[in-house]
């Protein structure tokens, strides 16, 4: 039989993502609507091992919706991925009497709902991380917020390129996977996009933009950090096709501000479903959003499955360039 749940924790883990706050309040308040007490751990992991927490109310959630960044803060914890530290965790849950556990964050941060589910802790995932790198689910909170921010930086360097007749090479995040630099490159016009998942041959892109500047007064280079840094880029463009080039490297930039209406809509639809999971005796899955369905995954899927990055919109993009 399904014992009742009392109380829950939530936490925010790695790189922080536009939407975090909104995603805590609204586990706070549904939570709190389904008369659960919550606490939050502060900097995700690390906060767990050093019972570093808060009382979390539908007050104190409060005008936080429209806020970047994350209340709880965040932190990647070593300490964490041994055994000693995953004791002490565990040893604080208890303490606290917490039933279910939920953890906002990216792949890593999810591999710790797996690993905690695996000592008998009731936990359940949120995705969270600006690169919508998570197998299972069409968004990732954060993402949509970063690429609105990148499209208005980009829009800027293109008024700058086109005055100054210029090529541009513009590094964007995505350690490991491309798909920043594809939805940013398609929606931003980009000649060219570099990313991990593709070998990039830029004896081959020199060729083309010395054909395709004919008649055009700005290229947009943009370079996914995984595959290459940009300023290497820009010098073997620069040798190659003998013209003006500039580097600009986003950064962090991409990851805080004012979350976009999709982050906000996931978030208030996120967070009641990792409740309702968590209520439900489920665990060690992850909430997820796949066309319109708002659904749970196994965490287990998430950690054999690579998410593909889309080869279409990467084609259509150079395609429409
Ligand atoms: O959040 C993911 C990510 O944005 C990666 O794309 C990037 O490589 C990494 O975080 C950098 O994070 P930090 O500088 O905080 O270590």
Do not use: W
């Not at 002490?88 to 953890?103: E, T």
């Not at 996977?177 to 929606?187: D, Y």
């Not at 010098?235 to 003998?242: F, N, W, Y």
């Amino acid at each position: 039989m399904l014992e009742s749940i009392k109380k829950i924790a939530v936490l925010t883990s790695g790189g922080d993502a536009s939407g975090m706050n909104a995603t805590i309040r609204a586990v706070t308040r549904y939570a709190r609507y389904k008369s659960l007490e919550v606490i939050g751990f502060y900097e995700g992991f690390k906060g767990l091992i050093k019972d570093n927490f808060t009382i979390l109310t539908e007050e104190n959630v409060g005008g936080i919706i429209d806020r970047g960044g994350t209340i709880l803060y965040s932190a990647r914890s070593q300490e964490f991925k041994t055994e000693e530290g995953m004791a002490k965790a565990i040893d604080n849950l208890k303490k606290h009497q917490i039933d279910g556990l939920i953890v906002i964050g990216g792949d890593g941060s999810l591999r710790g709902v797996h690993d905690l589910h695996a000592r008998g802790v009731r936990a359940v995932g949120i995705p969270a991380t600006i690169d919508n790198d998570i197998a299972g689910t069409d968004y990732s909170i954060g993402f949509d917020t970063a690429l609105n921010v990148i499209i208005s930086l980009l829009s800027k360097i293109r008024d700058t390129a086109f005055s100054h007749d210029r090529l541009f090479v513009i590094e964007v995040m995505g350690k490991n996977s491309g798909l920043i630099a594809i939805n940013a490159g398609l929606a931003c016009a980009a000649d060219y996009i570099l990313i991990p998942e593709i070998e990039v041959d830029l004896v081959k892109i020199a060729n083309s933009i010395r054909n395709h500047r004919k008649g055009k007064r700005h290229t947009l280079i943009i370079v996914a950090e995984g595959a290459a840094k940009a300023s290497d880029v820009a010098a073997s463009i620069k040798l190659l096709v003998g013209h003006e080039v500039r580097v600009s490297v986003l950064g962090h930039i991409q990851r805080g501000g004012f979350p976009s209406a999709l982050d906000r809509l996931l978030a208030a639809q996120f967070g009641k479903k990792s409740v309702d999971l968590l209520l439900k005796g489920e665990s060690d899955c992850m909430t997820a959003i796949q066309g319109k369905k708002i659904v749970s995954v196994p965490i287990e899927f998430i950690i054999n499955n690579r998410k593909d990055i889309s080869k279409e919109l990467f084609q259509l993009a150079h395609i429409l360039s």
